[in-house]
C-alpha cells in the first residue's frame, strides 16, 4: 500500500512563491513516475508536473518556467517548488504515484492565489 500525504499549501499573492510536499510511504519515491496534479471546481484534473524514475521531468505549458518537481530520496519526499503564481493556479493539488499497474493519490492541498 502506497500512501501519499500533502503539505505546504495555502493563500499567497499573485506573484508569489509556495513549496508543496508530499511524504511519500509504502514505496520508495524513486522507483517509479511520480506527479503532481491539480483541481479546481468546474474543471478536470490536470497535470502540473511530472518526474520519472530516470530523472526526467515533465511540465504543461501553463506551469513551464514556474514550477519545478524534485524528490529527496532520504526523506522520500516530492516537493513541487511553484514561483510567480498566479490567480489561475487556485487549485486543490494532489500528489500521484504510479506502481505496479495502478495509481495512488493524496488527498491534497489547497492553494488560493489572491489578485
Known amino acids: 500500500q502506497v500512501l501519499l500525504a500533502e503539505s505546504g499549501g495555502g493563500l499567497v499573492q499573485a506573484g508569489g512563491s509556495l513549496r508543496l510536499s508530499c511524504a511519500v510511504s509504502g514505496t520508495p519515491v524513486f522507483l517509479g513516475a511520480v506527479a503532481w496534479y491539480r483541481q479546481s471546481p468546474g474543471r478536470e484534473r490536470e497535470l502540473v508536473a511530472n518526474i520519472t524514475s530516470n530523472g526526467d521531468r515533465n511540465y504543461p505549458d501553463s506551469a513551464e518556467g514556474r514550477f519545478s518537481i524534485s524528490t529527496d530520496r532520504a526523506r522520500n519526499t516530492v516537493a513541487l517548488q511553484m514561483n510567480n503564481l498566479k490567480p489561475e493556479d487556485t487549485a486543490v493539488y494532489h500528489c500521484?504515484?504510479?506502481?505496479?499497474?495502478?495509481?495512488?493519490w493524496g488527498r491534497g492541498t489547497q492553494v488560493t492565489v489572491s489578485s
Open positions: 500521484n504515484a504510479k506502481r505496479w499497474g495502478r495509481e495512488f
